[in-house]
């Protein structure tokens, strides 16, 4: 039985990925290519952010900082001349390198104020970003903020099979993680810090690593994004709008559960397709939910599926045993 369940665990997600590379060639139209692609781009963050908040405990506010400043040195590189690989290549150090410096002190905070703290990151450079005067031709942002075309010549059928890619990647990454020792050092923090330093764990290192893998896979999903799109400005690359992103899709589907983040982001994503519509007022009403899910399904769908067949199972036992 079990042989069974881990073939059809390998089986099931190579099905998946066979029918989404051989989509793009059976001519759908436009509309589902950007909400294929918004999906593989959003799962990214949503398995990095579970990484950090479901396996270790650390409940990051930050992730914008990442996805905008490798929007940015992307911009800037491709501006400047240097090639789509460079280009990619000095946003993904400049992430490593920020998430490097800024890990020192926001790991010396605990609780809320880590939350605060890391909330406050992409704030500041919101803030530099919107009064940064460059020279050269550029794009006003919104707010007066530097904006800069962010322009590759990759057709959106490529970018979609790069999206694709990193989001296959990005799963892959976190069960291999998760199998890791560097996995049950992560999961004994989040049950209880202490006893896992108490146990030899070393919870600094540790936490260090996996900060900067979420931090880099954040920054991928960013210069895919704004690849996407075309150009960047500080308002949308540093919005808490990402940070809406991330906590909804994995609290929704399951919160520290493999599952979960894919099944939440495929909700999300057919919920801003559905809200896009109201505008602004989208954010809000995602804001609203995301309460409403924290209150009556803490666990999320995919945690509150698991406990309702846990205790099937256990009234059938207790039926059968009587």
């Not at 801003?272 to 109201?278: M, P, R, S, T, V």
Request: charged letters at 10%.
């Amino acid at each position: 039985m079990s042989k069974k369940i881990s073939v059809a665990k390998f089986i099931l997600p190579l099905i998946c990925l066979i029918a989404l590379i051989v989509l793009p060639l059976s001519g759908i139209p436009w509309y589902y290519f950007h909400v294929l692609f918004l999906f593989f781009t959003y799962l990214i963050l949503a398995e990095m952010w579970n990484l950090l908040a479901g396996y270790c405990g650390l409940i990051s506010l930050g992730q914008p900082a990442f996805i905008g400043l490798a929007g940015y040195m992307l911009a800037i590189s491709l501006y400047y001349g240097l090639s789509l690989p460079l280009s990619l290549l000095v946003s993904y150090l400049a992430v490593i390198a920020f998430a490097i410096i800024i890990s020192t002190p926001v790991f010396r905070l605990r609780g809320f104020y880590f939350v605060i703290g890391t909330w406050m990151i992409p704030e500041v450079l919101r803030l530099w970003f919107n009064n940064w005067r460059p020279t050269g031709e550029v794009l006003i942002g919104v707010g007066g903020g530097a904006g800069f075309r962010v322009w590759a010549g990759l057709s959106p059928q490529t970018l979609y099979y790069i999206a694709l890619a990193a989001g296959f990647i990005a799963i892959i990454l976190k069960r291999y993680i998760l199998s890791s020792k560097l996995g049950v050092g992560l999961m004994a923090i989040r049950d209880d810090e202490r006893a896992a330093e108490s146990c030899g764990i070393n919870v600094s290192r540790c936490k260090f690593y996996v900060f900067v893998i979420a931090a880099l896979f954040t920054g991928v999903a960013g210069t895919i994004f704004y690849l996407f799109q075309g150009h960047i400005e500080p308002t949308n690359a540093f919005s808490i709008y990402w940070t809406n992103i991330m906590l909804i899709a994995v609290i929704l589907g399951g919160i520290g559960t493999e599952a979960g983040p894919i099944i939440g982001t495929a909700i999300v994503v057919i919920l801003e397709q559905i809200l896009a519509a109201y505008g602004e007022l989208s954010q809000i009403i995602l804001g609203v939910l995301l309460i409403v899910i924290i209150v009556t399904m803490p666990k999320g769908i995919l945690g509150t599926i698991y406990r309702t067949q846990i205790h099937k199972t256990l009234f059938k036992k207790l039926t059968t045993t009587s």
